[in-house]
């Protein structure tokens, strides 16, 4: 089983910054992606930014230019820097990881979220 654990939400001003960061455990043979989505209440969940970790980095058009991704394989951790955040960054970010495990082969699995909020 693999578990996906989050840390680094909060809550800050517009313009401010936050980081995010989420470590992957369990049994982990390959980590083939590890991204970032949000979803606020009532709205589908959204991708946010992804990582294979070899350099590949994508983003959605309402985060380029202001958020990074990057991931330490050895440390099986991926990372959110997030700047210049806007009161519509508001949402629970969460971390998700695409693992292949001998046993099972490629699977999604979910971290629990963590809440970043954003005032005006």
């Known amino acids: 089983q693999v578990q996906l654990r989050e840390s680094g939400g909060g809550m800050v001003q517009a313009g401010g910054s936050l980081s995010l960061s989420c470590v992957a455990s369990?049994?982990?043979?390959?980590?083939?992606?590890m991204a970032w989505y949000r979803q606020v209440p009532g709205k589908q969940r959204e991708l946010v930014a992804t990582?294979?970790?070899?350099?590949?980095?994508n983003y959605s058009d309402s985060v380029k230019g202001r958020f990074a991704i990057s991931m330490d394989n050895a440390e099986k951790t991926v990372f959110l820097q997030m700047n210049s955040l806007k009161p519509e960054d508001t949402a629970v970010y969460y971390c998700?990881?695409?693992?292949?495990?001998?046993?099972?082969?490629?699977?999604?699995?979910w971290g629990q979220g963590t809440q970043v909020t954003v005032s005006a």
């Open positions: 998700n990881a695409n693992v292949y495990t001998y046993t099972l082969g490629s699977q999604y699995y």
């Open positions: 369990g049994t982990i043979n390959v980590i083939n992606t």
């Open positions: 990582t294979t970790g070899r350099g590949s980095r």
